[in-house]
């Protein structure tokens, strides 16, 4: 034991000295850590990652104490400082000042805060006395001190702050009794004047005969505890049971995404209501030209097309912060070990891959709960294999096509794509576990809390964390992404084919009245049609044509219409995707892909939901697919020659070619991200395209 | 991790992995002869052990000791399979204990003593627990 100065937190820095003070925040899984951040820090935080490292570390800011702003790092959960585990390296770095998350300067904080929990203060001490034995000023906060005194379990905080030689502070993060004090405590905080044994098992003995001084005592009777411990054994047999367990799990997964897809759909439609309303204003707003074109297609679809996954993601962590609240996360995680060990997976990869079904980006961020650095880079590489809901409308399309007039056919053809998509991403990850992320799988160990009610205010806050760092970090991708595609849609501008200033010309006539309206008709090639002049309108039949008299000014809207839809064709046909397609056309007829079909996918390279607007501008010259004819000019349209765009090989060939292929360039930059580097996005799309380009030529050969 | 223990062995077969234990950890009792301890998987539910040793990798057995299961800390079996699910007591007692769930390969490597007595980690003190 030795004795330290015995200067305060507080006096450390010199009057003129105005950086904020840093505090970092240490402490075990499960011990509330998150919920006391929240507590302090309230909304006025940010989640960073340290550099090179999948590690994420929340920084945040707190106030209430004598030299102003507090800057508080809520550092990963670790049971020890001295694990050979990524967490426990940057604690280590982050205590030392070698390390700091990105963007902030790596220094020693000024103070550290061990948060332990009250009801397991053996285990906790150790962890305390590692950080104690960093000579920082040191402030120990217990907290669940609810829980604690509800099972009888009195904490002597005097004996406890007497044996660490520091600060203690009781209190309960989740009811916020004793939060407001951590402030005034923390600025007197002084390096500790004892220093625990660095031998492991003298440590050991050191945190165990403290906790038993500092236990003052138990009220709860033997009954009560067996009763407690009866029903919690209850409870883990059902919840890991191999078939109840299974049953359960499938249960609570199954009302979650329920959930989450029913529930988003209301603020996702809001959204693209506002998304549309602005659309439509920059359009009254703004003259026809490129700056409309590049507003109103490029930045308000590209803002978009971010902020509609927003409900869905801010949802998902919601839930699931909730559930993994309760404890149950954890017995779960045992469950789908089970099923996915064999494939190199641990079972903390089922929520992540489940959460892809809606959209890998949600997925790949929820891999963050990995433990394992090598587990958690198989799951973030197989993750956008899972079916998004992305792909369901060329899925639609082409089941279609494949098996028209037969819904039964079309489910079977749904589910074997989903399940496609399934076995291509676990044996994609068996792959990766035996080459690149080769290493013997780790066990699964896991603490598995007590059994509580979910904390509403943590749920919340993660699911604005989580939105929030969604939108800064992917969402500036999307927008860059769209922006791009928009201008390679789009450019270079071209003079309208000879047809359309025809078609043009004779609508001007026939305004005019220079020309009868069927003749006019006749000359454009447009059928007639009953309704508003849309293409959508219904053909007037043959024997019924005299019935109707079609005016001027509708047939020359009529033929308007169709010079609009042939410059948009020749337009798309001649921009630098168009061209790109012609050129990218002999990688893709071994797969049955002509130019047009060519253009469709690489327009969906970015995002693979674009393929049905695209063929549509391609097929049709309208870009909107919420018409049903629109969707059967496009699965019957037929090339220049005569034969289908469509046939039955290259439908199969593109739906195969989609279940496997890597179109999601917001997917690519997040994986870069979450991965620590661009090598695995690379990776990534290299593997999957691949994969894509064997599965539909496979596909074509086998059908043609 | 290699420690001295001097509980008297249940189980008189040796230990399955000396051969190819890792880090040469089987333990050894105060004479230098190997104990014997019982595998935690073979346990049943409701059994109170004590833990002699862990035949597993070092970032397995440093996980495992940091999470509380220490030699010599006092456990109660709640479920046997996969996974094992176990409380860890400590001497702290009442309801100050954690439970860990690990797989069942973890548990057949963690070597026990049935019919335990719980005192701090590490120490030979005794303290009835139920």
Same mark, same amino acid.
């Not at chain 1, 496609?420 to 896991?446: D, E, N």
């Not at chain 2, 094992?84 to 769930?101: D, Q």
């Given at each position: 034991?030795?004795?330290?100065?015995?200067?305060?937190?507080?006096?450390?820095?010199?009057?003129?000295?105005?950086?904020?003070?840093?505090?970092?925040?240490?402490?075990?899984?499960?011990?509330?850590?998150?919920?006391?951040?929240?507590?302090?820090?309230?909304?006025?935080?940010?989640?960073?990652?340290?550099?090179?490292?999948?590690?994420?570390?929340?920084?945040?800011?707190?106030?209430?104490?004598?030299?102003?702003?507090?800057?508080?790092?809520?550092?990963?959960?670790?049971?020890?400082?001295?694990?050979?585990?990524?967490?426990?390296?940057?604690?280590?770095?982050?205590? #030392? *000042?070698? @390390?700091?998350? /990105?963007?902030? =300067?790596? +220094?020693? $904080?000024?103070?550290?805060?061990?948060? &332990?929990?009250?009801?397991?203060?053996?285990?906790?001490?150790?962890?305390?006395?590692?950080?104690?034995?960093?000579?920082?000023?040191?402030?120990?906060?217990?907290?669940?001190?609810?829980?604690?005194?509800?099972?009888?379990?009195?904490?002597?905080?005097?004996?406890?702050?007497?044996?660490?030689?520091?600060?203690?502070?009781?209190?309960?993060?989740?009811?916020?009794?004793?939060?407001?004090?951590? #402030? *005034?405590? @923390?600025?007197? /905080?002084?390096? =500790?004047? +004892?220093? $625990?044994?660095?031998?492991?098992?003298? &440590?050991?003995?050191?945190?165990?005969?403290?906790?038993?001084?500092?236990?003052?005592?138990?009220?709860?009777?033997?009954?009560?505890?067996?009763?407690?411990?009866?029903?919690?054994?209850?409870?883990?047999?059902?919840?890991?049971?191999?078939?109840?367990?299974?049953?359960?799990?499938?249960?609570?997964?199954?009302?979650?995404?329920?959930?989450?897809?029913?529930?988003?759909?209301?603020?996702?439609?809001?959204?693209?209501?506002?998304? /549309?309303?602005?659309?439509?204003?920059?359009q009254?707003?703004?003259?026809a030209? &490129?700056?409309?074109?590049?507003?109103?297609?490029?930045?308000?679809?590209?803002?978009?097309?971010?902020?509609?996954?927003?409900?869905?993601?801010?949802?998902?962590?919601?839930?699931?912060?909730?559930?993994?609240?309760?404890?149950?996360?954890?017995?779960?995680?045992?469950?789908?070990?089970?099923?996915?060990?064999?494939?190199?997976?641990?079972?903390?990869?089922?929520?992540?891959?489940?959460?892809?079904?809606?959209?890998?980006?949600?997925?790949?961020?929820?891999?963050?709960?990995?433990?394992?650095?090598?587990?958690?880079?198989?799951?973030?590489?197989?993750?956008?294999?899972?079916?998004?809901?992305?792909?369901?409308?060329?899925?639609?399309?082409?089941?279609?096509?494949?098996?028209?007039?037969?819904?039964?056919?079309?489910?079977?053809?749904?589910?074997?794509?989903?399940?496609?998509?399934?076995?291509?991403?676990?044996?994609?990850?068996?792959?990766?576990?035996?080459?690149?992320?080769?290493?013997?799988?780790?066990?699964?160990?896991?603490?598995?809390?007590?059994?509580?009610?979910?904390?509403?205010?943590?749920?919340?806050?993660?699911?604005?964390?989580?939105?929030?760092?969604?939108?800064?970090?992917?969402?500036?991708?999307?927008?860059?992404?769209?922006?791009?595609?928009?201008?390679?849609?789009?450019?270079?501008?071209?003079k309208p084919p000879a047809r359309v200033e025809e078609l043009r010309g004779v609508a001007a006539q026939v305004e005019a009245g220079s020309i009868e309206p069927k003749v006019a008709l006749e000359r454009a090639g447009v059928e007639a049609k009953v309704g508003d002049g849309s293409t959508g309108g219904?053909p007037v039949?043959?024997?019924?044509?005299?019935?109707?008299?079609i005016d001027g000014p509708a047939a020359a809207s009529m033929i308007l219409e169709r010079a609009d839809e042939l410059e948009a064709i020749d337009a798309?046909?001649?921009?630098?995707?168009?061209?790109?397609?012609?050129?990218?056309?002999?990688?893709?007829?071994?797969?049955?892909?002509?130019?047009?079909?060519?253009?469709?996918?690489?327009?969906?390279?970015?995002?693979?939901?674009?393929?049905?607007?695209?063929?549509?501008v391609?097929?049709t010259g309208h870009e909107t697919?919420?018409?049903?004819?629109i969707?059967?000019?496009?699965?019957?349209?037929?090339?220049?020659?005569?034969?289908?765009?469509?046939?039955?090989?290259?439908?199969?060939?593109?739906?195969?070619?989609?279940?496997?292929?890597?179109?999601?360039?917001?997917?690519?930059?997040?994986?870069?991200?979450?991965?620590?580097?661009?090598?695995?996005?690379?990776?990534?799309?290299?593997?999957?395209?691949?994969?894509?380009?064997?599965?539909?030529?496979?596909?074509?050969?086998?059908?043609? | 991790?290699?420690?001295?223990?001097?509980?008297?062995?249940?189980?008189?077969?040796?230990?399955?992995?000396?051969?190819?234990?890792?880090?040469?950890?089987?333990?050894?009792?105060?004479?230098?002869?190997?104990?014997?301890?019982?595998?935690?998987?073979?346990?049943?539910?409701?059994?109170?052990?004590?833990?002699?040793?862990?035949?597993?990798?070092?970032?397995?057995?440093?996980?495992?000791?940091?999470?509380?299961?220490?030699?010599?800390?006092?456990?109660?079996?709640?479920?046997?399979?996969?996974?094992?699910?176990?409380?860890?007591?400590?001497?702290?007692?009442?309801?100050?204990?954690?439970?860990?769930?690990?797989?069942?390969?973890?548990?057949?490597?963690?070597?026990?003593?049935?019919?335990?007595?719980?005192?701090?980690?590490?120490?030979?003190?005794?303290?009835?627990?139920?």
């Amino acid at each position: 034991m030795s004795q330290a100065p015995s200067v305060s937190m507080g006096e450390r820095r010199s009057a003129e000295d105005t950086t904020p003070r840093r505090v970092a925040l240490v402490g075990n899984p499960n011990t509330g850590k998150t919920s006391l951040f929240n507590r302090l820090t309230g909304l006025r935080h940010k989640t960073s990652n340290f550099p090179g490292t999948t590690q994420e570390c929340r920084v945040g800011f707190m106030g209430g104490g004598s030299r102003g702003t507090i800057e508080v790092l809520d550092l990963p959960g670790v049971y020890s400082l001295e694990l050979a585990q990524g967490e426990s390296e940057v604690c280590r770095g982050a205590l #030392a *000042g070698t @390390l700091a998350p /990105a963007g902030a =300067p790596a +220094r020693a $904080p000024d103070a550290v805060i061990v948060v &332990i929990d009250a009801t397991t203060l053996a285990r906790n001490l150790l962890l305390a006395g590692e950080a104690l034995r960093r000579r920082l000023p040191t402030l120990i906060v217990v907290n669940m001190i609810d829980i604690a005194r509800r099972r009888g379990v009195h904490i002597d905080a005097g004996a406890l702050g007497e044996g660490l030689g520091c600060e203690v502070l009781l209190v309960s993060a989740r009811t916020g009794q004793g939060i407001d004090n951590i #402030a *005034g405590v @923390l600025d007197r /905080a002084v390096v =500790p004047n +004892r220093t $625990p044994p660095g031998d492991q098992g003298e &440590i050991e003995r050191w945190a165990e005969s403290l906790a038993a001084k500092a236990t003052a005592r138990t009220t709860e009777t033997e009954q009560d505890r067996a009763d407690r411990r009866a029903r919690t054994d209850r409870m883990d047999h059902a919840f890991t049971h191999p078939v109840l367990g299974a049953l359960v799990f499938l249960g609570v997964m199954a009302g979650l995404f329920w959930g989450i897809f029913s529930l988003a759909t209301y603020p996702m439609a809001w959204i693209e209501w506002i998304f /549309a309303e602005l659309g439509g204003l920059v359009q009254r707003v703004l003259p026809a030209g &490129i700056l409309f074109d590049f507003l109103s297609q490029g930045v308000v679809v590209g803002i978009g097309a971010t902020v509609v996954f927003l409900p869905q993601i801010c949802l998902l962590f919601f839930v699931i912060s909730l559930l993994e609240d309760t404890g149950y996360l954890a017995r779960a995680a045992f469950v789908m070990d089970r099923l996915l060990r064999p494939f190199g997976l641990p079972g903390h990869s089922f929520v992540p891959l489940l959460s892809s079904h809606a959209c890998a980006l949600p997925g790949i961020m929820a891999c963050r709960a990995i433990p394992d650095r090598r587990e958690r880079l198989a799951t973030i590489l197989v993750a956008p294999f899972m079916t998004c809901s992305a792909r369901i409308p060329v899925y639609a399309l082409m089941a279609g096509i494949l098996f028209p007039g037969s819904p039964g056919r079309q489910a079977a053809a749904f589910i074997g794509c989903y399940a496609l998509g399934i076995v291509a991403g676990v044996l994609s990850a068996l792959v990766a576990r035996r080459t690149i992320l080769k290493g013997a799988s780790r066990p699964m160990a896991l603490e598995l809390p007590a059994y509580r009610w979910p904390n509403l205010r943590t749920a919340l806050i993660t699911s604005y964390d989580r939105g929030r760092s969604f939108i800064a970090n992917a969402g500036t991708n999307i927008l860059l992404i769209c922006i791009v595609l928009w201008w390679l849609g789009a450019f270079p501008h071209v003079k309208p084919p000879a047809r359309v200033e025809e078609l043009r010309g004779v609508a001007a006539q026939v305004e005019a009245g220079s020309i009868e309206p069927k003749v006019a008709l006749e000359r454009a090639g447009v059928e007639a049609k009953v309704g508003d002049g849309s293409t959508g309108g219904t053909p007037v039949p043959r024997d019924q044509e005299g019935a109707r008299e079609i005016d001027g000014p509708a047939a020359a809207s009529m033929i308007l219409e169709r010079a609009d839809e042939l410059e948009a064709i020749d337009a798309k046909s001649r921009s630098f995707i168009g061209r790109l397609g012609r050129l990218a056309e002999p990688v893709f007829r071994p797969i049955g892909y002509d130019w047009q079909l060519s253009i469709g996918v690489l327009s969906s390279f970015a995002a693979r939901e674009v393929f049905v607007s695209t063929m549509a501008v391609v097929v049709t010259g309208h870009e909107t697919t919420d018409d049903e004819k629109i969707l059967s000019a496009v699965s019957h349209a037929s090339r220049t020659d005569g034969t289908p765009i469509f046939t039955v090989p290259t439908a199969w060939s593109i739906l195969v070619f989609y279940v496997l292929a890597m179109q999601c360039l917001p997917t690519l930059a997040l994986t870069a991200r979450e991965a620590g580097g661009v090598r695995w996005a690379v990776l990534q799309f290299a593997w999957m395209s691949v994969l894509a380009y064997l599965g539909a030529w496979i596909a074509f050969t086998i059908t043609s | 991790m290699s420690t001295a223990v001097e509980s008297q062995p249940l189980n008189a077969e040796p230990c399955e992995f000396r051969d190819q234990c890792p880090r040469e950890c089987c333990p050894t009792d105060t004479k230098g002869q190997p104990v014997t301890g019982r595998r935690l998987s073979d346990l049943r539910p409701g059994d109170l052990a004590s833990v002699c040793e862990t035949c597993l990798d070092a970032d397995d057995a440093n996980l495992l000791r940091a999470m509380g299961l220490r030699p010599n800390a006092t456990l109660r079996v709640c479920r046997l399979g996969d996974p094992c699910i176990i409380e860890v007591h400590t001497a702290a007692g009442g309801g100050c204990s954690c439970r860990i769930g690990m797989a069942r390969e973890l548990a057949s490597r963690v070597m026990v003593v049935v019919g335990a007595t719980a005192g701090p980690a590490g120490t030979s003190d005794t303290k009835p627990v139920v």
